[in-house]
């Protein structure tokens, strides 16, 4: 199994990046999001006051052991997040080990433990107002938020926490692209550094 870590900051393109790797390499490949690993805020926080962009509000050792577990060829049941309601789900999905596996999200390469367990790694950049353009689409559209609050959690949040944790992980990748060029491009980018393994 090849591991590779696509990273980058919010809405720069890498779940798009990563879905069209998927689709090209059809079974051969699966992804498994960070995002699927974040706790549930505290109940006496509301959830617009808790920092998902801080490494804290992630269950990351649970990731790292469920990578482990894909590399001995088991299969992992990996967490399900609801962004809407901002809470774990009960259920599970099943992962089975492929050939490649893509771990994709903000955070990817800048948690030591995790960026070990990436054979190569992966940083999308993209210029801050098109991916606060592409931000506000995405909450208001497929998180139910309103502009508003979208405003709110990228000055409050977002923005300080990519300066602080996520633009300063691009020294760790094999490969920075670039989060405006055409997907397919990317794409093709990326399957030559796989083939390099």
Request: hydrophobic share 40%; aromatic share 6%.
């Amino acid at each position: 199994m090849v591991v590779i870590g696509i990273a980058g900051g919010s809405a720069s393109g890498k779940s798009t990046v990563s879905a069209a790797l998927q689709v090209r390499l059809g079974e051969r490949a699966s992804i498994l999001h960070h995002d699927r690993y974040y706790l549930s805020p505290p109940p006496d926080l509301p959830p617009q006051r808790w920092n998902y962009d801080h490494p804290d509000s992630l269950e990351t050792s649970l990731l790292v052991e469920h990578l482990r577990e894909l590399k001995a060829g088991r299969v992992i049941s990996a967490p399900r997040y609801d962004f809407a309601n901002h809470r774990r789900e009960e259920g599970v999905d099943r992962i089975e080990p492929r050939e490649v596996l893509f771990v994709e999200g903000i955070l990817v390469l800048a948690v030591p433990e995790l960026r070990r367990q990436l054979d190569r790694k992966v940083f999308v950049a993209c210029e801050s107002d098109l991916r606060l353009l592409r931000r506000l689409r995405r909450d208001i559209s497929e998180r139910g938020r309103d502009a508003l609050g979208v405003l709110d959690q990228y000055e409050q949040t977002v923005r300080p926490m990519h300066a602080c944790y996520v633009y300063p992980s691009r020294v760790h990748a094999d490969l920075v692209l670039d989060g405006a060029r055409p997907v397919a491009e990317s794409v093709e980018r990326v399957l030559e550094l796989i083939q390099a393994v």
